[in-house]
């Protein structure tokens, strides 16, 4: 197992550490919650990064990695929701999100294809990341809730926006490949082009 992948797996276990710290109360367990998260996030980052650098790019990775972003997120934000902090239709639409352009990479695997995460898909999480962190700062500082809020309508735009991108994407691709005719069913049709102009040659 490389690096990277490892960066990820480290992600997915950060999940119970920090639903457990946003949910106890305490003196500054909300501090320790977004220290976490933070660094969470932050593996997500450098198993990109490194991935890349180190062309250790791998389909595992490619598949693993959303998951685990959104295994972290996913957690967070159904957190915030149960401490009353966030709305929870709102909420809804953001996972609803995350779960159909699962099921869309899952589908586009089995079509023989892997869709990589997209500028708008990558811009969505940075906005996930701040919103969640300043949310959770509310809790002591009051003053953050327009900011709050303000956020998680952007992080809920961006939601709508880049799942439309991935179905947009997945469609396109599935139609070129529905076009494109099959190496198979080209070789036949070569041979009986062949086989015809035999016939012709062979009338003359």
Do not use: C
Not at 56 to 81: C, M, N, R, W, Y
Not at 110 to 126: C, Y
Not at 132 to 145: A, C, G, S
Not at 166 to 195: C, I, M, Q
Request: avoid cysteine; charge should be neutral; aromatic fraction near 10%.
């Amino acid at each position: 197992m490389n690096l990277p992948t490892s960066l990820t797996l480290l992600r997915i276990f950060f999940v119970p550490i920090l639903v457990v710290l946003l949910l106890t109360t305490g003196h500054n367990w909300d501090l320790w919650a977004v220290a976490v998260f933070l660094v969470a996030a932050t593996t997500d980052l450098l198993d990109g990064y490194l991935a890349r650098k180190r062309s250790e790019v791998t389909t595992l990775g490619i598949l693993l990695d959303p998951i685990a972003d959104k295994l972290l997120t996913s957690a967070a934000f159904i957190s915030l929701v149960y401490l009353h902090l966030i709305a929870a239709w709102m909420v809804v639409i953001i996972v609803g999100r995350e779960f159909a352009v699962s099921g869309l990479r899952a589908i586009a695997s089995g079509e023989g294809f892997t869709m990589e995460a997209s500028e708008l898909g990558k811009t969505k999480m940075v906005s996930q990341v701040v919103a969640i962190t300043v949310i959770v700062l509310e809790r002591r500082h009051p003053f953050l809730h327009p900011i709050s809020t303000f956020l998680l309508w952007v992080v809920v735009l961006f939601a709508l926006a880049s799942a439309a991108q991935y179905f947009v994407s997945f469609w396109r691709r599935l139609d070129v490949r529905v076009k494109r005719p099959a190496p198979g069913h080209l070789a036949v049709h070569e041979a009986a082009d062949t086989e015809r102009e035999e016939n012709d040659v062979a009338a003359h």
